[in-house]
């Protein structure tokens, strides 16, 4: 094999080598480094081809004019040699002047410096925002169980036609949240329920077919499920980074006017698009729109609600940012009794920046346009929501054997109207 016709249509110096092409030097057989002045050489050849250019150096072959070149001799014959070097196509024409090379130096380091700059100006999620992202999954991780294990201790769940009935496990019921009522007593443990007060406002039903004694047949399943994730919610919300910092009035009023949106939220992990439905596990903890209106729901709190659970789901957050909506849910400056509003919008700050930097670092498009905005709408979206929840449920307490059904923690958390 002869040296190949290394690279004489290929005018670029910086081309990468190709796979096919052997890496051998195309004047003496030595290992090649790349295209040198339009020739795959190996750097001796190179510099000797430029060396020689730039000195226009004339040689003359001391034997016959025909000396085949190899790495050990070519040292020895500098005509045969530069001979080579311009029939398997070096350029002289490649080589740049000394002006070139500085001008091409300088370019290089610009780019550099260039990318330097813009590498540094490009979002990044320092250790400490991570450390925060990561402290939230976890306190999630420990409030919230996929397997929804838990439910079968609630009160059963009771519906119209289908009364299906759940033997109970213990007496795991209204009293036994007394113990809890003090909602900063309660341990994060695993548990979530998805649909919260459903039933709570079955009174307010424009649904005619409904009332009687069937009446609010769900409301102590439904009642124990919100009791019981409001006891999630606040595990949550005392491992937010910055929450134990501030008072313990304020952490109380930040949670109970919070504490159904975060249940809102939280509940769209186990909403499924396919028949607009909570499923909670078994069939006995699937909550279908259809259950809540036998509840006598009022659908000025259910449309608005399922819609809001689509639109949430549609978003495909990444767990990341599930956590971050929640916890900036829960630290909003503006609820009602809140003293320190400075350090409050300090930590919602904190928060709301490492949403910010996640959603521009790690969510890729077109999933990340507009996300940011798309996520602060649904916070507006919960407010109005927790205003048609307080409604209803300030409706429902009214009757004071609709507020037996409930808990203590939930009657104290939402309010009491008979006491
Ligand atoms: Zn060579
Ligand atoms: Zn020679």
Same mark, same amino acid.
């Given at each position: 094999?002869?040296?190949?016709?290394?690279?004489?249509?290929?005018?670029?110096?910086?081309?990468?080598?190709?796979?096919?092409?052997?890496?051998?030097?195309?004047?003496?057989?030595?290992?090649?480094?790349? %295209?040198?002045?339009?020739?795959?050489?190996?750097?001796?050849?190179?510099?000797?081809?430029?060396?020689?250019?730039?000195?226009?150096?004339?040689?003359?072959?001391?034997?016959?004019?025909?000396?085949?070149?190899?790495?050990?001799?070519?040292?020895?014959?500098?005509?045969?040699?530069?001979?080579?070097?311009?029939?398997?196509?070096?350029? !002289?024409?490649?080589?740049?002047? *000394?002006?070139?090379?500085?001008? !091409?130096?300088?370019?290089?380091?610009?780019?550099?410096?260039?990318?330097?700059?813009?590498?540094? =100006?490009?979002?990044?999620?320092?250790?400490?925002?991570? =450390?925060?992202?990561?402290?939230?999954?976890?306190?999630?991780?420990?409030?919230?169980?996929?397997?929804?294990?838990?439910?079968?201790?609630?009160?059963?769940?009771?519906?119209?036609?289908?009364?299906?009935?759940?033997?109970?496990?213990?007496?795991?019921?209204?009293?036994?949240?007394?113990?809890?009522?003090?909602?900063?007593?309660?341990?994060?443990?695993?548990?979530?329920?998805?649909?919260?007060?459903? $039933?709570?406002?079955?009174?307010?039903?424009?649904?005619?077919?409904?009332?009687?004694?069937?009446?609010?047949?769900?409301?102590?399943?439904?009642?124990?499920?919100?009791?019981?994730?409001?006891?999630?919610?606040?595990?949550?919300?005392?491992?937010?980074?910055? %929450?134990?910092?501030?008072?313990?009035?304020?952490?109380?009023?930040?949670?109970?006017?919070?504490?159904?949106?975060?249940?809102?939220?939280?509940?769209?992990?186990?909403?499924?698009?396919? *028949?607009?439905?909570?499923?909670?596990?078994?069939?006995?903890?699937?909550?279908?729109?259809?259950?809540?209106? =036998?509840?006598?729901?009022?659908?000025?709190?259910?449309?608005?609600?399922?819609?809001?659970?689509?639109?949430?789901?549609?978003?495909?957050?990444?767990?990341?940012?599930?956590?971050?909506?929640?916890?900036?849910?829960?630290?909003?400056?503006?609820?009602?009794?809140?003293?320190?509003?400075?350090?409050?919008?300090?930590?919602?700050?904190?928060?709301? $920046?490492?949403?910010?930097?996640?959603?521009?670092?790690?969510?890729?498009?077109?999933?990340?346009?507009?996300?940011?905005? !798309?996520?602060?709408?649904?916070?507006? *979206?919960?407010?109005?929501?927790?205003?048609?929840?307080?409604?209803?449920?300030? %409706?429902?307490?009214?009757?004071?054997?609709?507020?037996?059904?409930?808990?203590?923690?939930?009657?104290?958390?939402?309010?009491?109207?008979?006491?």
């Amino acid at each position: 094999m002869e040296y190949m016709a290394a690279g004489t249509s290929i005018p670029d110096v910086d081309m990468e080598f190709d796979k096919n092409i052997p890496r051998i030097c195309g004047v003496c057989g030595d290992k090649a480094t790349g %295209f040198h002045f339009n020739a795959m050489t190996c750097e001796g050849c190179k510099g000797f081809f430029r060396r020689s250019m730039k000195r226009k150096a004339v040689f003359t072959c001391p034997f016959n004019a025909d000396c085949r070149i190899t790495k050990d001799n070519r040292r020895h014959c500098q005509s045969c040699r530069l001979k080579r070097c311009i029939d398997i196509g070096m350029m !002289k024409e490649f080589i740049l002047t *000394d002006e070139e090379v500085q001008r !091409k130096r300088e370019m290089i380091m610009k780019r550099k410096e260039e990318e330097a700059q813009r590498e540094s =100006q490009r979002p990044k999620i320092s250790e400490e925002q991570q =450390q925060v992202i990561n402290i939230l999954l976890e306190a999630h991780k420990k409030t919230f169980d996929t397997t929804y294990s838990d439910f079968s201790q609630f009160r059963p769940p009771v519906r119209e036609n289908t009364t299906r009935r759940i033997t109970r496990s213990s007496s795991v019921q209204t009293q036994s949240y007394s113990s809890d009522s003090d909602p900063f007593n309660s341990s994060p443990e695993p548990s979530e329920y998805s649909f919260f007060s459903s $039933s709570l406002f079955g009174d307010c039903s424009s649904d005619g077919s409904l009332g009687g004694p069937n009446d609010l047949k769900m409301l102590p399943h439904l009642a124990d499920l919100v009791s019981y994730s409001i006891q999630k919610v606040i595990g949550f919300a005392k491992m937010i980074p910055g %929450f134990r910092d501030l008072t313990a009035e304020d952490q109380i009023a930040l949670l109970k006017s919070s504490v159904i949106e975060v249940i809102m939220l939280r509940s769209n992990q186990s909403f499924s698009l396919e *028949d607009m439905s909570w499923t909670c596990g078994s069939e006995d903890f699937k909550y279908k729109v259809d259950d809540v209106t =036998q509840a006598g729901h009022n659908l000025e709190l259910l449309e608005p609600l399922v819609k809001f659970q689509v639109g949430l789901k549609k978003l495909n957050l990444h767990e990341e940012e599930h956590v971050l909506l929640m916890a900036i849910c829960i630290l909003s400056p503006d609820r009602p009794g809140v003293q320190d509003k400075a350090l409050v919008e300090a930590i919602q700050d904190r928060l709301s $920046s490492i949403l910010q930097t996640y959603i521009l670092c790690k969510h890729p498009p077109p999933g990340s346009r507009l996300l940011y905005p !798309k996520m602060i709408q649904k916070l507006a *979206d919960l407010r109005s929501l927790n205003e048609e929840h307080s409604k209803q449920y300030r %409706f429902i307490t009214f009757k004071p054997e609709h507020s037996t059904m409930l808990t203590p923690l939930v009657l104290e958390v939402f309010g009491n109207e008979i006491s």
